[in-house]
């Protein structure tokens, strides 16, 4: 590790003169010829015909945006001449898109009326067509306005619980981490910004996520061909959490919100802003969050040591010209929380988990508009994460170091009649882990690359999206030498395929049918091949194999939409069959070395997994909707006929909702059946039924837009379990919490 932090500041220097020269290149070419238009606009209420203020303007095929002053107004300079469509985005509005037509050296100036709109628990987004400002792809599942603020928890992964197929993995309230049809640790990626957070959330169930809901802007859950654009592993998908970190819109004044949240179950308070502003020829972008909860209440008592102090900050400084942007950002996140007690006695009083994670991203784009290009992106991102597990008397367990490093390149192709959305990619990335304390895992230095490419073909009522990847990777611990246990710790190589392609047909105006269809590649990790000792916090002792081989899987996922204005109805099967799944089985006997610890060793078998989903919104009548989902998966290991372990039950949500102008009123429904497959070693968890009760409240002052939101979750005090959480032995999930948000945009 002490190597690259050495050369760590070449790489930097190297990066910068990268991003500058690729800045001066944008400039001139935009510089060389150009043909401008002019579109000037105001935003009202149909009913009242008062300004609408703060409303997100999106000029698509150009990725221009900008947002509404407190009268409504907006103007854009400097517009491509040509077709373009505008699309605007408003908490408590009906979002619309209009065709425009910008003609050279002229002003094109418009008025749009705006309808007050019902917004509902989300579903399933199916588009044909990219959105600028929302990254390379549209998502399958969004989180963003009042849908995050309704779902906004502690943890990324309990706000997007219950949807259509997702889970959360849990020990304890901080290090849960979401599961997508099953699929998790480093099946599942978790995203910030589009890029990997450089964490240890994938490696153990202890380990959490990096990322704070806070101040999120958006969370995006991404599947299919997509999803390919990230990473090999993403049979199950991609989780995409939209911070902004490094500013790419033109501001011609302050803008960002603050948000205040407190929840009874664990005396909990959280806080966090976010500003934007112009700075002379620059933007400028600052945010912050802090959380403090006490031990988490259940209706059985107090889960003991699940207290969480979480601090995070950044800033960030960009160009933004009608080239593009050119840009960086710094940002610094630390957690303190702890692990509850182990159920086996490993460590009866918990374990203490301090991490800091601390990164620096550089990023730029470049449209070009020409040579059949759209737009150029390059990106760097470094991280330095460390990571210590303290006994109850204060010992030091096990600590962890990270150091990692990512490049990408992209290449957006200009649409055509047919093909849309093209996309080409490059990226590397280095990961130099080191650990320490009751292990004897070695260090190693992984190296990896990839190239990928996605496009769509458009032929009239049909769709296709396809992509192909291709991933190498090297893992290498520095020396060869011969654990009893381990195997043969050497340098091992992997390199492999991925492929996706989903076709659409739009059988009617409401109603259309599609298949997927995915071949994906997942090479081991330096955990899984070589890890060997103790982890209290896990409750495990843990073994590595050195001998795995690389996992693929064959994904088949057959869906049917029905979509008519408010209502939408999606039902999807699907199954996933996967070679050599490397996962850490209980062999059921206990450490030589801590005999209070069950050994768990790294293996790769056979795993088919089959499942079904169903989501839905329904208006009722007057200002009733109902919405909700179902989702179930089947697991087994076929080489032993045995339940593949820790897989989510039957479970599902439903939902009744009152909407009239800016009062939201819904009352939930979770439910779970029965977990009975279960794997070798593992309890049987019974169902449960649980209601919540969900209120918002928004106002719109002359400058600023006000949110209130009301939540009260597990109304009746229910003592329930949830199977994928590891600490359920203990103690329920948390009993009846009340929880306030109020969210000011600036």
Same mark, same amino acid.
């Given at each position: 590790?002490?190597?690259?932090?050495?050369?760590?500041?070449?790489?930097?220097?190297?990066?910068?003169?990268?991003?500058?020269?690729?800045?001066?290149?944008?400039?001139?070419?935009?510089?060389?010829?150009?043909?401008?238009?002019?579109?000037?606009? !105001?935003?009202? @209420?149909? @009913?009242?015909?008062?300004?609408?203020?703060?409303?997100?303007?999106?000029?698509?095929?150009?990725?221009?945006?900008?947002?509404?002053?407190?009268?409504?107004?907006?103007?854009?300079?400097?517009?491509?001449?040509?077709?373009?469509?505008?699309?605007?985005?408003?908490?408590?509005?009906?979002?619309?898109?209009?065709?425009?037509?910008?003609?050279?050296?002229?002003?094109?100036?418009?008025?749009?009326?705006?309808?007050?709109?019902?917004?509902?628990?989300?579903?399933?987004?199916?588009?044909?067509?990219?959105?600028? =400002?929302?990254?390379?792809?549209?998502?399958?599942?969004?989180?963003? =306005?009042?849908?995050?603020?309704?779902?906004?928890?502690?943890?990324?992964?309990?706000?997007? =619980?219950?949807?259509?197929?997702?889970?959360?993995?849990?020990?304890?309230?901080?290090?849960?981490?979401?599961?997508?049809?099953?699929?998790?640790?480093?099946?599942?990626?978790?995203?910030?910004?589009?890029?990997?957070?450089?964490?240890?959330?994938?490696?153990?169930?202890? +380990?959490?996520?990096?990322?704070?809901?806070?101040?999120?802007?958006?969370?995006?859950?991404?599947?299919?061909?997509?999803?390919?654009?990230?990473?090999?592993?993403?049979?199950?998908?991609?989780?995409?959490?939209?911070?902004?970190?490094?500013?790419? !819109?033109?501001?011609?004044?302050?803008?960002?919100?603050?948000?205040?949240?407190?929840?009874?179950?664990?005396?909990?308070?959280?806080?966090?802003?976010?500003?934007?502003?112009?700075?002379?020829?620059?933007?400028?972008?600052?945010?912050?969050?802090?959380?403090?909860?006490?031990?988490?209440?259940?209706?059985?008592?107090?889960?003991?040591?699940?207290?969480?102090?979480?601090?995070?900050?950044?800033?960030?400084?960009?160009?933004?010209?009608?080239?593009?942007?050119?840009?960086?950002?710094?940002?610094?996140?630390?957690?303190?929380?702890?692990?509850?007690?182990?159920?086996?006695?490993?460590?009866?009083?918990?374990?203490?988990?301090?991490?800091?994670?601390?990164?620096?991203?550089?990023?730029?784009?470049?449209?070009?508009?020409?040579?059949?290009?759209?737009?150029?992106?390059?990106?760097?991102?470094?991280?330095?994460?460390?990571?210590?597990?303290?006994?109850?008397?204060?010992?030091?367990?096990?600590?962890?170091?990270?150091?990692?490093?990512?490049?990408?390149?992209?290449?957006?192709?200009?649409?055509?009649?047919?093909?849309?959305?093209?996309?080409?990619?490059?990226? &590397?990335? &280095?990961?130099?882990?080191?650990?320490?304390?009751?292990?004897?895992?070695?260090?190693?230095?992984?190296?990896?690359? $990839?190239?990928?490419?996605?496009?769509?073909?458009?032929?009239?009522?049909?769709?296709?999206?396809?992509?192909?990847?291709?991933?190498?990777?090297?893992?290498?611990?520095?020396?060869?030498?011969?654990?009893?246990?381990?195997?043969?710790?050497?340098?091992?190589?992997?390199?492999?395929?991925?492929?996706?392609?989903?076709?659409?047909?739009?059988?009617?105006?409401?109603?259309?049918?599609?298949?997927?269809?995915?071949?994906?590649?997942?090479?081991?990790?330096?955990?899984?091949?070589?890890? @060997?000792?103790?982890?209290?916090?896990?409750?495990?002792?843990?073994?590595?194999?050195?001998?795995?081989?690389?996992?693929?899987?064959?994904?088949?996922?057959?869906?049917?939409?029905? !979509?008519?204005?408010?209502?939408?109805?999606?039902? $999807?099967?699907?199954?996933?069959?996967?070679?050599?799944?490397?996962?850490?089985?209980?062999?059921?006997?206990?450490?030589?070395?801590?005999?209070?610890?069950?050994?768990?060793?790294?293996?790769?078998?056979?795993?088919?997994?089959?499942?079904?989903?169903?989501?839905?919104?329904?208006?009722?009548?007057?200002?009733?909707?109902?919405?909700?989902?179902?989702?179930?998966?089947?697991?087994?290991?076929?080489? +032993?006929?045995?339940?593949?372990?820790?897989?989510?039950?039957?479970?599902?949500?439903?939902?009744?909702?009152?909407?009239?102008?800016?009062?939201?009123?819904?009352?939930?429904?979770?439910?779970?059946?029965?977990?009975?497959?279960?794997?070798?070693?593992?309890?049987?968890?019974?169902?449960?039924?649980?209601?919540?009760?969900?209120?918002?409240?928004?106002?719109?002052?002359?400058?600023?837009?006000?949110?209130?939101?009301?939540?009260?979750?597990?109304?009746?005090?229910?003592?329930?379990?949830?199977?994928?959480?590891?600490?359920?032995?203990?103690?329920?999930?948390?009993?009846?919490?009340?929880?306030?948000?109020?969210?000011?945009?600036?």
């Amino acid at each position: 590790m002490g190597a690259a932090r050495d050369t760590m500041v070449i790489r930097i220097c190297r990066i910068a003169i990268f991003m500058l020269l690729h800045a001066t290149l944008a400039n001139a070419i935009s510089d060389a010829s150009r043909k401008t238009a002019t579109l000037k606009g !105001k935003l009202v @209420e149909v @009913e009242t015909g008062e300004p609408v203020a703060f409303v997100n303007i999106l000029l698509q095929e150009i990725n221009r945006s900008i947002t509404s002053d407190q009268n409504g107004d907006f103007i854009l300079f400097d517009l491509p001449a040509g077709q373009v469509t505008l699309k605007t985005f408003r908490i408590g509005y009906r979002n619309i898109a209009v065709p425009l037509e910008l003609t050279t050296d002229d002003t094109l100036e418009i008025v749009l009326a705006l309808n007050r709109a019902v917004i509902h628990m989300g579903g399933v987004t199916v588009e044909s067509s990219r959105a600028g =400002d929302s990254g390379t792809v549209v998502p399958d599942i969004l989180f963003s =306005d009042k849908k995050l603020h309704q779902a906004l928890g502690q943890t990324i992964a309990q706000t997007i =619980d219950y949807e259509p197929g997702i889970s959360q993995r849990t020990m304890g309230p901080a290090p849960a981490r979401p599961v997508l049809r099953g699929l998790s640790g480093d099946r599942l990626l978790m995203l910030e910004d589009n890029e990997q957070t450089g964490d240890l959330s994938a490696t153990s169930t202890d +380990h959490a996520v990096v990322i704070e809901p806070m101040t999120a802007e958006r969370i995006e859950v991404i599947r299919g061909p997509e999803a390919l654009i990230y990473g090999s592993n993403t049979l199950g998908g991609a989780v995409n959490i939209i911070r902004g970190y490094v500013p790419s !819109k033109k501001l011609t004044r302050l803008s960002g919100s603050a948000s205040v949240q407190g929840e009874s179950v664990n005396r909990g308070f959280a806080a966090g802003m976010d500003l934007t502003a112009p700075l002379g020829p620059l933007t400028a972008r600052v945010d912050g969050s802090y959380r403090n909860a006490d031990d988490v209440n259940t209706p059985e008592g107090i889960l003991h040591n699940t207290t969480i102090l979480t601090k995070n900050a950044s800033a960030g400084l960009s160009v933004v010209r009608d080239w593009g942007f050119a840009g960086a950002a710094a940002s610094d996140y630390q957690s303190d929380y702890g692990i509850p007690p182990d159920p086996s006695g490993g460590h009866p009083s918990g374990v203490d988990i301090k991490l800091d994670r601390r990164h620096m991203e550089m990023r730029s784009e470049l449209r070009l508009d020409a040579f059949g290009l759209q737009r150029l992106e390059a990106s760097y991102n470094h991280s330095v994460y460390f990571h210590q597990e303290l006994e109850s008397n204060g010992d030091l367990g096990m600590e962890f170091g990270v150091v990692s490093d990512f490049i990408q390149g992209l290449i957006l192709i200009k649409n055509n009649n047919t093909l849309k959305n093209g996309v080409f990619g490059i990226r &590397t990335n &280095t990961r130099d882990y080191a650990s320490g304390g009751l292990t004897f895992t070695p260090n190693t230095f992984e190296t990896a690359a $990839a190239g990928f490419y996605y496009q769509e073909i458009h032929l009239g009522r049909f769709l296709l999206h396809g992509s192909i990847r291709y991933d190498y990777k090297n893992i290498d611990p520095g020396e060869d030498r011969y654990s009893r246990k381990v195997g043969l710790i050497r340098r091992r190589t992997y390199g492999d395929f991925s492929a996706a392609v989903s076709p659409h047909w739009l059988m009617s105006p409401k109603w259309s049918i599609g298949v997927s269809f995915m071949r994906t590649f997942r090479a081991p990790t330096t955990e899984e091949l070589f890890s @060997e000792g103790p982890h209290l916090a896990a409750y495990s002792y843990e073994v590595g194999n050195a001998d795995l081989n690389k996992e693929t899987g064959i994904g088949l996922e057959l869906f049917l939409d029905y !979509k008519i204005e408010e209502s939408f109805v999606r039902m $999807a099967i699907y199954q996933n069959d996967i070679y050599n799944y490397t996962f850490p089985k209980n062999t059921g006997e206990k450490s030589w070395t801590r005999a209070d610890l069950y050994v768990y060793q790294y293996v790769g078998e056979h795993a088919l997994m089959r499942g079904a989903e169903l989501s839905f919104h329904l208006p009722l009548a007057g200002h009733l909707h109902t919405a909700g989902s179902a989702s179930y998966v089947w697991g087994e290991l076929l080489d +032993h006929k045995h339940p593949l372990p820790y897989m989510p039950p039957l479970e599902g949500k439903v939902n009744i909702g009152y909407e009239l102008g800016i009062i939201s009123l819904s009352a939930s429904m979770r439910t779970a059946a029965q977990q009975n497959r279960v794997g070798e070693f593992e309890a049987v968890t019974a169902g449960y039924t649980v209601f919540d009760f969900y209120g918002q409240f928004m106002l719109s002052s002359r400058r600023h837009l006000h949110s209130f939101s009301f939540t009260v979750e597990n109304i009746f005090n229910s003592a329930y379990r949830k199977h994928l959480n590891r600490v359920r032995e203990v103690m329920p999930e948390p009993g009846r919490n009340f929880r306030l948000l109020y969210k000011i945009f600036i």
